[in-house]
């Protein structure tokens, strides 16, 4: 059973840096697409960034360009650079892949991880 593990959350002031990280875990399988959404009480999961497996990013509004978005196949995990958070940033976030093995293809999330953004 392939899972998706994300890592790097935690507390930070407004202004500052966090890098997630998400890994891909398992025998015989690849990840296509790969993405972050977020979620914050009260609201639906949004979208925060994809990365295709090429490499080629898209961002979706909250981003505001200070998150990237990044991959490295040979270790099938998957980064987010976020620099300026804001309190609004805080959510938890949660990672999501296109995944392939030997016998089938799926879609799936981790189990998210909480960022909190202190004013």
């Known amino acids: 059973q392939v899972r998706l593990v994300e890592s790097g959350g935690g507390l930070v002031q407004s202004g500052g840096s966090l890098r997630l990280s998400c890994a891909g875990s398992g025998r015989n399988f690849v990840i296509n697409t790969m993405g972050w959404y977020r979620q914050d009480p009260g609201n639906q999961r949004r979208l925060v960034a994809t990365i295709t497996r090429d490499g080629n990013p898209t961002y979706g509004d909250v981003v505001k360009g200070r998150f990237i978005i990044s991959r490295d196949n040979t270790k099938k995990t998957m980064y987010l650079q976020m620099n300026s958070l804001e309190p609004e940033d805080t959510a938890v976030y949660f990672c999501?892949?296109?995944?392939?093995?030997?016998?089938?293809?799926?879609?799936?999330w981790g189990q998210g991880i909480q960022v909190t953004v202190s004013s």
């Open positions: 999501n892949g296109d995944i392939v093995t030997l016998t089938r293809k799926y879609n799936d």
